[in-house]
């Protein structure tokens, strides 16, 4: 299935741009891609993922057609 990703602040790039489209399995979860976009597992618990809009779990199932903006958890004082 076809979902439409969008990567933003530090993280990296999988394929060296900000957006691209992305075909992964029925149901995947965000967590699922994060692993297939090759983020090493380590860092994958810092990652935030907005899924149309509304932030969301890891465990959240993708479906055909969304749009997942994906950032790196920021913290201050």
């Given at each position: 299935?076809?979902?439409?990703?969008?990567?933003?602040?530090?993280?990296?790039?999988?394929?060296?741009?900000?957006?691209?489209?992305?075909?992964?399995?029925?149901?995947?979860?965000?967590?699922?891609?994060?692993?297939?976009?090759k983020?090493?597992?380590?860092h994958?618990?810092?990652?935030?993922?907005?899924?149309?809009?509304?932030?969301?779990?890891?465990?959240?199932?993708?479906?055909?057609g969304d749009?997942?903006v994906?950032?790196?958890?920021?913290?201050?004082?």
């Amino acid at each position: 299935m076809k979902i439409k990703v969008k990567v933003m602040g530090t993280l990296i790039r999988p394929f060296g741009a900000d957006e691209f489209d992305y075909d992964c399995p029925p149901a995947a979860t965000v967590r699922q891609l994060l692993g297939a976009l090759k983020y090493e597992p380590r860092h994958i618990p810092h990652i935030m993922a907005c899924v149309n809009g509304e932030l969301r779990h890891q465990d959240h199932a993708l479906k055909a057609g969304d749009s997942v903006v994906l950032s790196v958890t920021v913290g201050g004082g």
